[in-house]
């Protein structure tokens, strides 16, 4: 289910120029416009069209989870692979900063650095990345941890294996599984602070993201008096939980495959 | 000290300082003249060296001057003592009210696992983890404020009112959490309930429970203190991941129902480019954060004898 409500938003992001014709920005009528056959989803407050608005935010919101937790998994994985692989002063220092930046508030943290370094997708995901890869660092470096001590692993070891043959043959392969949960979960996260960046005015303003699409209607004075708040807040507010909620089941299946032993707690019977 | 040091770096590495957003004629608060410029720079401390800037710093925080509010011209100090309250009692009555729901639900459904009532909860908590604060904060809004007007749309209370009493002021000052504090309880209910819930199904199949079973144990007593005690550190760990977490979601609450706490204050010197403000909010909230760390770290040191042995 996650897979086919991912893949709608990504066919959506690709194809809906044909459905949504005109530029996000352009203004094309009246403001306020019920939805009709020439704006599917009507216009906003200063009339532009809502449906190209809508596409132009599943780009954006696919582009940073793609950028962003892209970032964060490859900044958690080598940290973490370093941490867990070296161990001693590497591993300690490694930690002191995971648990100092896992223990600061992050999002208050992601906007002072959003604020200082001005608002564009490319900034918004470095940031996101650099705030967020701790989470991922710890799991990585646990996971090696483990497989350090494995038998398979001292064997290759013991028998004169390269270190860099031992990362890629026995350390790789098993650790992938775990980055691609944790992929899916931090693109799901990066989807979620962008628009809640955008949401909170600190957004690309060049750009019409699904929250930024919240925010002005909730901006509009008086949005709830009209019908407006209709076709104006719930198509982002919908869209933008569908994918989360798409992204956040695709990541409970992925664990389960990787972990049976997890699936069999959830659906286990009584003992 | 290290946040202290970060707070202070994090501005000077960026592009531009202070004062080039006072001079952007954007702004509206700009400054042409040169004296005056210079005047402001040394207040500030910004004609010195990096390291003298740095001691300047240290040592007026160390006095509690958190700064000088450039936008509204007033003591950041005085600011935050107007917000920080709000934050608090907003953050700490979700965590409060997320930790007992989730807690006592996740040891239910434990008990009472891959039956329906079980199932149901877990995909709706498991989609509720999924699902953003404000994007929960406005649907509240919708349906509770707007549609059904049961509940005010914005602010911690209603402005310009007499009250007849403490109770009609505190009835007011509820009135107003409500929405905001439902929002924030949501979104953390379900991490702490899958957490609770996994442990709770582990400790169950130990020879201790087929013990307490065998005793007869009142079931509450069986549920709680021998299944409970068994989730309740790796709870506490968690919970003390949430503060920030929380915080964080805080200032989306905050934000859709104009709620005057830290996140507020935050984004209107986002807005304004009022840095000191900003530092100081951060520095605070972080405080909190670390503070309420130490205090979940004590109550940790308390029920797990062995980590005060090491």
């Known amino acids: ?271 | 000290m290290a946040i202290v040091t970060m707070v202070f770096l994090l501005p000077r590495a960026m592009p531009g300082d202070p004062l080039s957003a006072l001079e952007d004629p954007d702004a509206g608060y700009f400054i042409t003249d040169p004296e005056v410029r210079q005047r402001v720079l040394s207040y500030y401390g910004l004609d010195g060296p990096l390291h003298e800037q740095y001691l300047h710093y240290v040592g007026s925080l160390a006095t509690g001057d958190l700064g000088w509010s450039v936008a509204r011209n007033t003591p950041v100090a005085g600011l935050i003592a107007g917000h920080l309250p709000w934050t608090l009692l907003l953050v700490g009555l979700a965590l409060g009210l997320s930790a007992s729901v989730s807690y006592g639900a996740g040891i239910v459904a434990a008990w009472n696992r891959g039956r329906l009532p079980d199932r149901v909860v877990l995909v709706a908590l498991t989609g509720l983890r999924g699902v953003p604060e404000y994007a929960l904060a406005a649907l509240l809004l919708i349906t509770l404020a707007v549609l059904v007007p049961l509940f005010p749309l914005f602010g911690a209370y209603t402005p310009f009112a007499e009250y007849e009493s403490l109770w009609s002021q505190v009835s007011d000052i509820a009135f107003h959490l409500a929405l905001p504090l439902l929002a924030l309880t949501l979104s953390l209910v379900g991490t702490k309930f899958l957490l609770v819930r996994n442990t709770a199904i582990s400790a169950l199949g130990e020879d201790y429970m087929q013990l307490a079973r065998a005793k007869g144990l009142p079931l509450r007593r069986q549920q709680f203190h021998h299944v409970g005690r068994n989730a309740l550190l790796p709870f506490l760990t968690v919970m003390a991941l949430q503060v920030g977490t929380a915080v964080g979601g805080s200032i989306f609450v905050e934000s859709v129902f104009a709620y005057p706490g830290m996140g507020v204050l935050i984004l209107d010197a986002v807005e304004a480019r009022d840095y000191p403000v900003l530092e100081a909010v951060f520095l605070a909230l972080a405080v909190t954060v670390l503070v309420a760390n130490f205090l979940i770290e004590l109550v940790y040191r308390r029920l797990d004898p062995r980590v005060g042995a090491q």
Do not use: C
């Open chain 1, 1 to 271: 289910m996650g897979v086919a409500v991912v893949g709608t938003v990504v066919a959506v992001a690709v194809f809906g120029g044909w459905a949504a014709p005109y530029r996000p920005t352009e203004l094309i009528g009246q403001p306020l416009q019920s939805p009709s056959g020439t704006h599917v989803l009507g216009t906003n407050g200063v009339g532009q069209d809502l449906a190209s608005q809508l596409v132009s935010g599943a780009r954006v919101s696919l582009t940073v989870a793609a950028l962003a937790g892209g970032g964060t998994v490859i900044i958690g994985a080598l940290v973490g692979m370093l941490a867990g692989w070296l161990g001693g002063f590497v591993d300690a220092a490694a930690m002191r900063v995971v648990d100092f930046v896992l223990a600061i508030p992050r999002l208050p943290l992601l906007i002072v650095l959003g604020a200082y370094a001005g608002p564009s997708i490319g900034v918004i995901s470095a940031a996101i990345a650099l705030t967020f890869w701790p989470s991922s660092a710890r799991v990585v470096r646990s996971q090696v941890l483990s497989l350090r001590r494995r038998s398979h692993v001292k064997a290759a070891m013991g028998f004169g294996a390269e270190t860099a043959y031992v990362l890629r043959r026995h350390l790789l392969p098993e650790v992938g599984l775990i980055l691609v949960a944790g992929l899916v979960s931090s693109a799901g996260r990066a989807v979620m602070l962008e628009a809640g960046l955008a949401f909170l005015g600190l957004g690309d303003p060049s750009r019409a993201s699904w929250g930024q699409i919240m925010r002005d209607s909730l901006e509009f004075s008086g949005v709830f008096y009209t019908t407006a708040w209709v076709w104006w807040l719930i198509p982002p507010l919908a869209a933008i939980t569908v994918l989360l909620l798409g992204i956040t089941f695709l990541g409970v299946g992925l664990e389960q495959r990787i972990n049976p032993r997890l699936g069999r707690h959830i659906v286990g019977g009584k003992s």
